[in-house]
């Protein structure tokens, strides 16, 4: 009798008998064989017909089957449970911030983000071994990689934002869900963040800077990618000269590879994804930029489906990846990670892009600070759900007609300007419902409840409001991206965001709808697949 596997609990196999296909058991059930065809009642008709062997045979294989597809259920349980213990969960956001998710598009769909936070945690004595400097074996963990995944509403495509380690960016106040410590607002590197209370002080930190929501966080350390790059089985990296991160002073990954393709696993990997002695200007810039063509060239791999085949290593890879990741509660289950997987799945390489968040040096040189303008062009773009590709298509330009004269349409003002770390600006909806008045919309009303959002936009609740909403931005000289539809709202309502916090001259450009990606992003396509430049210094 042939055997199959299933994974038992903690990932054992448990080996199950299956039954028999059909003609496995070729001897015929008593009374039918070729020539007594209707010989299983008595004869004469008379009495109930007789029990076959064969109806016995087939009650028998039934029963067994279902306790068969039971037990295998059972171990599938099992093991479900204990990919689902093996994932630690943390809170998702220890700040309080007031930024709310995203309105619906008219399908109802959300766009989704996700913060990846690459841990440098040496808490176990593997993590020491990877990652060195067993003098940091007690302090709490930086988060040395970090990337915002943004992926559209319609699943359409995907962008990933990194941010050097050591931007200088405010941390807001957060709390230690753990032992209650609570770290006050500070100045300091983003990658600090992680140790002010754990990846939901990070989360913070990006909502604050960034103006997006976010959905969800995934954290890994050090053993954690090793074990991945062996569970996926490698990821073709390439570098256009001989490397080696090593140099006298004790700098670098010891990354060591020849000129051209290679496949990088397990610890090889993790050199690669650490490296900054060794690529272009051996700094965080050239280390972000060694990451995001691993990620691309680790998409196509999984996409291609070739480590995917095989039940063995796909166990073996749900097995890595629920054992070295840290997730937010909302996505505590196996059940949500696939569900998640199946969404970033939908993408196509070709529509994923990855970025560096723009920057430029501050302090001498000492850290990077975010640039002027190129940055938060950059927030906006995933703030509004616009590729950073540049394919979205244009909607048409038409412009309805309002419904009534601008003296009878209702609107509602709300002051977007709550900020952990600018603070509110008190009495920005009663400045604006008078600057509205001023131009003629008599019917212009506060609304008092304290919201955070970044950019101003003038909501409209259906189709047939959409021209009134659109003659209350031309009004204020705001562009027409900032009018939206949705489905919370009753009245055209206008929101006065963080972009707008004095004053009643909108302070961007109407005709400037900021919707392309700056140069000084970066911009690297899903499906490119270039060479690392190796640093003159650092090559044999």
Request: contains cysteine; proline residues 6%; aromatic residues 4%.
């Amino acid at each position: 009798m042939r055997e199959s596997s299933v994974r038992g609990e903690r990932g054992r196999r448990a080996t199950v008998p299956e039954p028999r296909e059909n003609g496995e058991d070729d001897s015929p059930p008593e009374g039918e064989g070729p020539a007594s065809h209707g010989a299983g009642r008595r004869r004469g008709g008379q009495g109930r017909p007789k029990r076959s062997r064969g109806v016995r045979i087939l009650r028998w294989t039934a029963l067994t089957l279902a306790v068969l597809v039971l037990g295998a259920a059972g171990a599938g349980y099992f093991y479900y449970e204990h990919l689902n213990g093996n994932l630690k969960k943390e809170a998702l956001d220890l700040g309080d911030s007031k930024i709310g998710k995203p309105e619906p598009n008219a399908a109802g769909q959300t766009p989704l983000n996700i913060l990846l936070i690459g841990s440098d945690s040496r808490n176990t004595a593997e993590n020491v071994k990877l990652g060195g400097a067993k003098q940091d074996a007690d302090r709490k963990p930086l988060g040395d990689v970090q990337m915002l995944v943004h992926v559209s509403a319609d699943r359409g495509n995907m962008s990933v934002v990194s941010i050097p380690r050591d931007t200088r960016v405010t941390i807001p106040q957060c709390t230690d869900p753990h032992d209650g410590t609570v770290y006050p607002k500070t100045e300091g590197a983003i990658n600090q963040s992680l140790q002010h209370g754990g990846p939901g002080c990070t989360v913070a930190t990006w909502k604050e800077l960034t103006g997006v929501y976010i959905d969800h966080f995934m954290m890994i350390d050090f053993s954690g990618v090793v074990s991945m790059a062996d569970a996926i089985g490698g990821v073709p990296v390439c570098v256009d000269d001989n490397v080696y991160s090593h140099d006298s002073k004790g700098h670098g990954s010891g990354l060591k590879l020849t000129k051209g393709t290679h496949n990088v696993k397990g610890v090889q990997a993790l050199q690669w994804l650490r490296t900054r002695y060794g690529f272009e200007d051996n700094t965080d810039i050239g280390r972000a930029k060694a990451q995001h063509m691993y990620m691309t060239s680790m998409i196509r791999q999984l996409k291609s489906g070739t480590k995917l085949s095989d039940p063995g290593k796909l166990m073996d890879l749900a097995e890595a990846a629920t054992d070295a990741l840290t997730v937010d509660h909302g996505l505590g289950t196996v059940k949500k990670l696939y569900d998640l997987g199946n969404d970033l799945k939908r993408v196509p390489t070709k529509r994923t892009t990855m970025i560096t968040m723009p920057w430029e040096y501050g302090g001498g040189g000492e850290y990077v600070l975010p640039k002027p303008g190129d940055a938060e062009q950059t927030f906006s773009l995933l703030r509004n759900d616009i590729s950073l590709d540049g394919r979205d298509k244009k909607k048409p330009d038409a412009t309805p007609a309002p419904t009534a004269p601008k003296e009878q349409i209702p609107v509602v003002v709300q002051n977007g300007t709550a900020s952990t770390v600018l603070g509110p600006v008190s009495g920005r909806a009663a400045v604006i419902t008078s600057e509205l008045a001023r131009l003629g919309y008599a019917k212009a009303t506060a609304n008092t409840v304290l919201i955070s959002q970044a950019d101003t936009t003038v909501l409209y609740p259906d189709e047939s409001r959409q021209g009134d909403a659109l003659a209350v931005a031309k009004a204020l000289k705001l562009p027409k991206s900032a009018v939206k539809a949705s489905k919370s709202v009753r009245e055209i309502t206008l929101v006065v965001g963080n972009d707008w916090r004095e004053g009643t001259a909108y302070p961007k450009a109407a005709a400037d709808d900021g919707d392309k990606t700056p140069k000084s992003a970066d911009a690297l396509n899903g499906e490119e697949k270039g060479c690392m430049k190796v640093n003159a210094g650092y090559t044999f």
